[in-house]
T-cell receptor, first 111, second 112 residues
Framework: DTGVSQDPRHKITKRGQNVTFRCDPI?????LYWYRQTLGQGPEFLTY????????KSRLLSDRFSAERPKGSFSTLEIQRTEQGDSAMYLC?????????FGPGTRLTVT | AQSVTQLDSQVPVFEEAPVELRCNYS??????LFWYVQYPNQGLQLLLK??????LVKGINGFEAEFNKSQTSFHLRKPSVHISDTAEYFC??????????FGQGTRLTINP
């Protein structure tokens, strides 16, 4: 157990619906990352926060995706108007000096 | 841009046999290297990391890896595997406290 928690663990939604995921990181780590992992692939970077500031966003993060980290604590990732291609595992990680510690992930299935 | 290539998508081995999972990377600057393990339906667990210093790094569960700068490789090894080592293994690279770039993963299957 890395101390990083994600909620929910599983989410099934219909195409076109909005979904929101939450990540609660280890409290002393000020860096927080979101990744997406599709079946049989390695995780791909989505976005990165240092405290409450969103410092980098991947081109994978279309305008239907938005992430926030109010007050530099927990973070949320919202996907609007979900598409079947959004089905994936969404992983949150928080950063020490160099390594990252991952949560258990949220598996999203869009039907 | 950084990239990571894991040369084997699947590696089957017998229990108690040695194993090597291969990883090559490309980067224009100094990098930090990591191996993570992922068990089914779980997040990633850090096995070991190379930041600087000795090129042979030891991690959890008896795994070790060797950083070879001239060959841009960071292969993972274990002298004797157990059934419980069955999992997906990911090699990753970063440039400091930045995003991780992962390889495609290697599925390690241990046969009794």
């Amino acid at each position: 157990d890395t101390g990083v928690s994600q909620d929910p663990r599983h989410k099934i939604t219909k195409r076109g619906q909005n979904v929101t995921f939450r990540c609660d990181p280890i409290s002393e780590h000020n860096r927080l990352y979101w990744y997406r992992q599709t079946l049989g692939q390695g995780p791909e970077f989505l976005t990165y926060f240092q405290n409450e500031a969103q410092l980098e966003k991947s081109r994978l993060l279309s305008d239907r995706f938005s992430a926030e980290r109010p007050k530099g604590s927990f973070s949320t990732l919202e996907i609007q108007r979900t598409e079947q291609g959004d089905s994936a595992m969404y992983l949150c990680a928080c950063g020490g000096n160099y390594e990252q510690y991952f949560g258990p992930g949220t598996r999203l299935t869009v039907t | 841009a950084q990239s990571v290539t894991q040369l084997d998508s699947q590696v089957p081995v017998f229990e108690e046999a040695p194993v090597e999972l291969r990883c090559n990377y490309s980067s224009s600057v100094s990098v930090y290297l990591f191996w993570y393990v992922q068990y089914p339906n779980q997040g990633l667990q850090l096995l070991l990391k190379y930041l600087s210093g000795s090129t042979l790094v030891k991690g959890i569960n008896g795994f070790e890896a060797e950083f070879n700068k001239s060959q841009t490789s960071f292969h993972l090894r274990k002298p004797s595997v157990h059934i419980s080592d069955t999992a997906e293994y990911f090699c990753a690279v970063s440039e400091g406290a930045q995003k991780l770039v992962f390889g495609q993963g290697t599925r390690l299957t241990i046969n009794p």
